[in-house]
């Protein structure tokens, strides 16, 4: 199993950025996907989820500004970023979670990719 993100990199406060996560060597259709992120000296946190049957979770720092979607023909994750500010600054992280798992329990996870957002 492979989980390749990509899309990151530097932009201004208020700036957009689209990750991708591209998921190989399992049925994507049939995981729930999240993003992760972890700042410098921070926690890891979950920053948004998808079901499989397409519901969606945000953390409350990202509501109304990220949407988290997936294509799941192409077994890839979406992570649209808006309205970035300083503090969304991280390495992002996607990950893949089998049905009924607790919700803490992620199976799969990819190499992060750095998002740097300068003010």
């Known amino acids: 199993v492979q989980l390749q993100a990509s899309g990151g990199g530097l932009v201004q406060a208020g700036g957009s950025l689209r990750l991708s996560c591209t998921a190989s060597?399992?049925?994507?259709?049939?995981?729930?996907m999240g993003w992760f992120r972890q700042a410098p000296g921070k926690e890891r946190e979950r920053v948004a989820k998808?079901?499989?049957?397409?519901?969606?979770s945000y953390a409350d720092s990202v509501k109304g500004r990220f949407t988290i979607s997936r294509d799941n023909a192409k077994s890839t994750l979406y992570l649209q970023m808006r309205s970035l500010k300083s503090e969304d600054t991280a390495v992002y992280y996607c990950?893949?979670?089998?049905?009924?798992?607790?919700?803490?329990?992620?199976?799969?996870w990819g190499a992060g990719t750095q998002v740097t957002v300068s003010s």
């Open positions: 990950a893949s979670q089998r049905p009924f798992r607790p919700t803490s329990q992620w199976d799969y």
């Open positions: 060597g399992l049925a994507f259709s049939s995981y729930d």
């Open positions: 998808i079901w499989r049957n397409g519901g969606t």
